[in-house]
Each structure stands twice: as C-alpha cells, then as structure tokens.
C-alpha cells in the first residue's frame, strides 16, 4: 500500500466533489431533500468552501491523497512559520478505517516534530476521526460551537514551555 501525493487541478474537481459529499451522507440522508437538490447543495457548498480555502489560505497545498497511484482522498495543508495546519483531511469510506489517515497524520507528526511547528487541526464534535487525533497526542483547545480547534505540540514545545 502506498501512499503518495499529487497536486489538485481543476480536472479534480468531480472527484472532490464526491469527496466533499461523502463527508456530508450522514447529514444529507436525515434531510429531506431530492437527489437534485442535495446535488446542487453539495455543489454550492464544495464551491463555497474551495472558495474560502484558496482565499483565506494563499500558500496552501492541495492534494489528492493517492494510494497505489489512484485518487482516494484529498489533504489540503498550510505551512507557516509556527504551525502546520491540517485545513482538511478526508478518505472516500472505503478506505476509512485501513490505515491509511493514521499514516498520513504520523508523516505530519514526523514533519512537526522535526521543524518544532505545532499541528492544528479544525475537528467537528460528530467526526468519527477525533478519536484518531485524540490517541496521536491532539488536545482540544477551543470549542466554536461546531468543531473543536486541536493542537499537538512537538516535544521540543513541551520540554522548553515546562523547563525540561
């Protein structure tokens, strides 16, 4: 199994789309709404949100996650001086729960702990996943309401903020 990385381009976007939407059966099954109209609400709300991405995050990455060179996922990332923010994180359902996202967070760990950058990451209260960012050393450090913000901090962070 491996994983690599491959920047996204527009030609993506469908696949991102069904990504985005994969992450949003859970809501769009208890809504009653036609299959058109959850389409178009799924469309509106991948724009929105792609929108505000590259807006709100200049120098960003965006990435298909790619295992054995095929599409089953996306990793939108920032890098600044401090930190390494996880924007977005998320595997099509067949490949949930394999491994692979906890392989992928631990390579972002390794780069954390490297680079003395703290991992953040954005987690909504009912993300199956918050159990996986919990066990690899994130802690909530605000609730919006919505998600929880979570940090991890490197080692190096820890032993210079207590002395040690």
Do not use: C
Not at 9 to 19: H, M
């Amino acid at each position: 199994m491996k994983i690599s990385f491959r920047k996204v381009s527009e030609d993506d976007f469908p696949f991102l789309r069904k990504v985005y939407r994969s992450t949003r059966e859970e809501e769009l099954s208890q809504a009653n709404m036609s299959e058109e109209d959850k389409s178009r609400f799924i469309e509106f709300q991948f724009n929105a949100q792609h929108t505000h991405y590259s807006q709100a995050y200049k120098d960003a990455e965006f990435n298909l996650i790619l295992l054995d060179d095929k599409p089953v996922g996306r990793l939108y990332i920032w890098r600044t001086e401090t930190q390494i923010r996880i924007m977005d994180i998320a595997l099509l359902p067949d490949f949930q729960g394999k491994g692979v996202g906890t392989r992928i967070l631990q390579s972002i760990i390794q780069e954390s702990e490297k680079s003395g950058k703290k991992g953040t990451i954005h987690v909504e209260y009912f993300n199956p996943a918050l159990r996986l960012y919990e066990r690899l050393g994130f802690k909530k450090v605000d609730d919006s309401g919505i998600y929880f913000y979570m940090e991890r901090l490197p080692k190096t962070v820890i032993a210079n903020k207590f002395g040690l």
